[in-house]
Nanobody
Framework: QLQLVESGGGLVRPGGSLRLSCTASGLNLNDYAVGWFRQAPGKEREGVSHISRWGGRVYYTDSVRGRFAISRDSYKNTAYLDMDNLEPEDTGVYYC??????????????????WGQGTQVTVSS
C-alpha cells in the first residue's frame, strides 16, 4: 500500500528549529520529486519547498528561503525539511507529497499526486 508519513512536528518557540521527515512505503521515492506544503487555519494550502528526483534542484517559497532547507535520503526512502528561525507565521499543518520525476518543478499543490496525512507545526511563545 502506497503511503507517505510525515513526522517531526510539534510546538516550538519563535526562533526555534524543527526537522520534518517524510517517509515513503509502497513506492520508491527515488522515482519522484517531493514537495512540502503547509496549510494554516482558514487559509489555502501553499507550497513551501520542492526537491527534484536526485536533489539537484531545490526551490523555496519566498517567505522561507534562507530559513528552511529541503533534502532527501535515497537509502532511507525519506525526504526532510529542516526549519530554522521559525516564526509564528510558519504555524500550520505540514504535508509532503510526490510528483512524477520527469515533470517540471512546481510548488502548486494541484500538480502533486500522493499526499501524507500531515504533521502539525505550532510556533508560539
Amino acid at each position: 500500500q502506497l503511503q507517505l508519513v510525515e513526522s517531526g512536528g510539534g510546538l516550538v518557540r519563535p526562533g526555534g528549529s524543527l526537522r520534518l521527515s517524510c517517509t515513503a512505503s509502497g513506492l520508491n521515492l527515488n522515482d519522484y520529486a517531493v514537495g512540502w506544503f503547509r496549510q494554516a487555519p482558514g487559509k489555502e494550502r501553499e507550497g513551501v519547498s520542492h526537491i527534484s528526483r536526485w536533489g539537484g534542484r531545490v526551490y523555496y517559497t519566498d517567505s522561507v528561503r534562507g530559513r528552511f532547507a529541503i533534502s532527501r535520503d535515497s537509502y532511507k526512502n525519506t525526504a526532510y525539511l529542516d526549519m530554522d528561525n521559525l516564526e509564528p507565521e510558519d504555524t500550520g499543518v505540514y504535508y509532503c507529497a510526490t510528483r512524477p520525476a520527469f515533470t517540471s518543478d512546481s510548488l502548486d499543490p494541484a500538480d502533486y499526486d500522493h499526499w501524507g496525512q500531515g504533521t502539525q507545526v505550532t510556533v508560539s511563545s
